[in-house]
């Protein structure tokens, strides 16, 4: 049995709903592999996310911009769990440049589309999925990457791609890359930390 202290600790930052989050925490619980979600981090205080992480055993912190571009409260905050890798699913504040630079190569987004298409700043959740059904795209998908100082440019270390139909809406393509997301975000994590 794997000690506590030895553990490989991950912070899950989330803004909205929480499902990957929850899937994420669900699916480490299950694996006894030695990785665990330690802590959920969110910016909104009526965040779905904040009922399912506390369901599941993970304490929430509920952070305001402000505090989340404090250094020194929010390197305590991480070192207080010992984080080892900073999972962003879904969280809409732009990272702080002190907090990539601190995690450098151990902090993961993913985004609901197959980078470089459809990212950048403002582009997120419905915003996505309605430019590619706009754009006639027969394919999107979901991407993992490594966060760096811009929106959506970091080195990709995961891509999923999924058809998308000239009958499709916004919302068919949302629940298909949602089904890819709730798939595979919490292998490429597991494989990201394990190697």
């Known amino acids: 049995m794997t000690m506590n202290t030895a553990s490989r600790k991950i912070a899950v930052f989330a803004s909205g709903a929480g499902t990957n989050a ?9 694996r ?18 904040i009922e399912r992480s506390e369901r599941l055993g993970v304490p929430v912190r509920v952070i305001s911009k402000e505090e989340l571009d404090g250094e020194r409260r929010m390197i305590a905050l ?18 702080p440049r002190f907090l990539i630079e601190r995690y450098r190569d151990r902090m993961v987004n993913i985004h609901p589309s197959l980078l470089p298409k459809f990212g950048g700043k403002g582009m997120y959740g419905r915003r996505v999925h309605e430019a590619v059904v706009a ?8 991407t993992v990457h490594i966060v760096s100082e ?5 080195r990709i270390i995961f891509q999923a791609s999924v058809s998308v139909f000239p009958s499709d809406t916004p919302r068919d393509v949302d629940l ?13 994590i597991e494989r990201f930390l394990l190697g």
């Open 150 to 154: 811009r929106y959506d440019e970091g």
């Open 78 to 95: 991480l070192e207080e769990y010992d984080i080892e890798l900073v999972v962003l699913a879904g969280f809409l504040l732009m990272v």
């Open 22 to 30: 929850e899937n994420i925490i669900s699916y480490f619980q299950s």
């Open 176 to 188: 298909k890359v949602r089904a890819l997301e709730l798939a595979h975000y919490p292998h490429v």
């Open 135 to 142: 754009a006639g795209e027969s394919e999107t998908g979901m």
């Open 32 to 49: 006894h592999n030695g990785v665990e979600v330690a802590l959920v981090v969110t910016n909104r205080s009526d965040a779905g996310v």
